[in-house]
């Protein structure tokens, strides 16, 4: 029996992934039957003060990627049936006040792809020339992810932290290595790597290798990674090349002086301070300083707060999600907009909105409430 079009198209697009075709090819694909919808998705932002591409994407990282990237994630309207972009703004600058060098577009958090790529455009509009504004590529198909990474670069994003598809179980360091080469190649605009936990079914040290033939990639800028064993093999085979961060603020004192760690994140740093007092910017900067007497002070000051902090988002992240109603609670207490994101989410109970503001309260922060307009964000209550 004659195969149905779409089956076709499919088996073209496997042969495709299996040919490994250079970057250019794949983002002609994916501009093929993807242009218009890009368009709708952020026609009316296009074209206005674009973030320009440097000619030395390593060295403008070095000089410019440091500091510390907070989350942006989608906010809504009372009814949760379209984006809020009057509150995706208020975030934006908020993370402005607080010193933050990046934002990082959550948008795998209860979107559709359409709207998640809404968002990216959104904040990089209210974020062009204040904020580095970069978004999560973390998508149901390749073929999304393709079209994210070009349309970041095309709304004027500086990165994109680039994840795989759930259904990814690569059986190869191959298969790794060149949809990665691929994805990396399909735009000019930062990457920053994102390996998959269960990368760790092939040999680790095969996958170091591939992340060593990856980074030498033009505009490939840096790689999130925790900390281990894993982050301490890519550190001394391609440090020199790449920026690599792991999000934990219990180990950024030691892998700065170790690793040369520069940035952290992306996470939801709000929980260490406000724009007012803004802690954890301070003992970053404090770092890059080489004043390790400051940082270690407000380390310890801060520490507290951390370990509450980390017994939350631990047992969260172990379970391969986040609680983005606890980030978004973070964000809400220091003056963000706040509010739920859709369902099925996590929930945040009133005990632990109660720790949270204690845990303000302890270093010195008045929680900026009242609770009840946190379910529905700031701008709708």
């Known amino acids: 029996m004659e195969s149905r079009p779409e089956q076709r198209k499919s088996s073209r697009r496997r042969e495709f992934l299996k040919k490994g075709l250079g970057g250019g090819a794949a983002a002609g694909m994916v501009a093929l039957g993807l242009t218009k919808q890009t368009r709708a998705d952020g026609d009316d932002l296009y074209g206005k003060r674009p973030f320009c591409p440097p000619a030395n994407w390593k060295e403008w990282a070095r000089k410019n990627f440091k500091g510390v990237e907070n989350e942006t994630m989608p906010s809504f309207n009372p009814d949760f049936t379209r984006l809020s972009e009057r509150a995706i703004r208020h975030d934006v600058r908020m993370a ?54 070009s349309h970041a670069k095309i709304v004027g994003c500086t990165h994109v932290l680039l994840g795989y598809p759930p259904s990814f179980n690569p059986k190869s360091v191959t298969e790794i290595h060149d949809i990665t080469s691929q994805l990396c190649k399909t735009a000019d605009i930062g990457i920053v790597l994102y390996p998959k936990f269960d990368f760790m079914n092939v040999n680790p040290l095969d996958v170091v290798d591939a992340l060593d033939d990856i980074a030498d990639i033009p505009n490939v800028i840096g790689a999130k990674i925790f900390d281990g064993p894993f982050l301490d093999q890519c ?80 047992v969260a992240a172990m379970l391969g999600t986040y609680n983005w109603p606890e980030h978004k609670y973070y964000q809400f207490l220091s003056g963000a907009n706040g509010g739920y994101t859709r369902q099925p989410v996590m929930k945040i109970s009133k005990e632990t909105m109660d720790t949270i503001k204690k845990d303000y309260l302890s270093i010195g922060i008045e929680p900026i409430g009242p609770d009840d307009h946190f379910y529905l964000g700031r701008v709708n209550s």
């Open 235 to 314: 550190f001394r085979r391609f440090g020199d090349r790449l920026l690599l961060s792991s999000p934990n603020p219990f180990t950024i004192i030691k892998n700065a002086g170790e690793y040369r760690q520069q940035w952290i994140g992306a996470g939801p740093y709000e929980v260490f301070q406000s724009p007012n007092r803004p802690y954890f910017v301070t003992m970053m900067n404090s770092i890059l300083q080489g004043n390790f007497g400051k940082a270690s002070g407000i380390f310890e000051m801060l520490q507290p707060v951390m370990e509450s902090f980390m017994s939350r988002h631990g």
């Open 96 to 149: 402005v006040r607080h010193g933050f060098n990046s934002t990082l577009c959550a948008a795998e958090s209860g979107l559709s792809f359409r709207e998640a790529r809404r968002l990216t455009a959104v904040a990089a509009h209210e974020g062009m020339g204040k904020i580095h504004v970069g978004s999560s590529v973390v998508f149901d198909s390749f073929d999304q992810c393709f079209a994210m990474v």
